[in-house]
């Protein structure tokens, strides 16, 4: 049985990962414009870079490699941000 504390844990956890999924396709969307931007300019690399990590950028990898891009993960010096370069 699950107690009234247990049903209301799981309801924050569930609105935590419903918020990250959101923040999620938030960023790749992001990212699609920008990339958009670079290749209207000729360029062939984008950068993303952000201080957080209140979104999956494993996620964010996955998908970008399934659409045939090159995604590296770039070492930060701050452990709370990361970078990756996206090329196609």
Do not use: A
Request: proline share 1%; hydrophobic share 25%.
């Amino acid at each position: 049985m699950n107690s009234i504390e247990e049903k209301r844990n799981k309801t924050v956890h569930e609105n935590q990962f419903d918020k990250s999924l959101k923040e999620t396709k938030d960023q790749i969307e992001q990212i699609n414009k920008g990339i958009e931007i670079k290749k209207h300019l000729g360029e062939n690399t984008y950068c993303h870079y952000t201080y957080d990590k209140k979104y999956y950028i494993d996620e964010v990898i996955k998908y970008f490699d399934g659409k045939g891009y090159k995604v590296q993960r770039l070492q930060t010096e701050c452990p709370v941000s990361y970078k990756i370069n996206i090329i196609w």
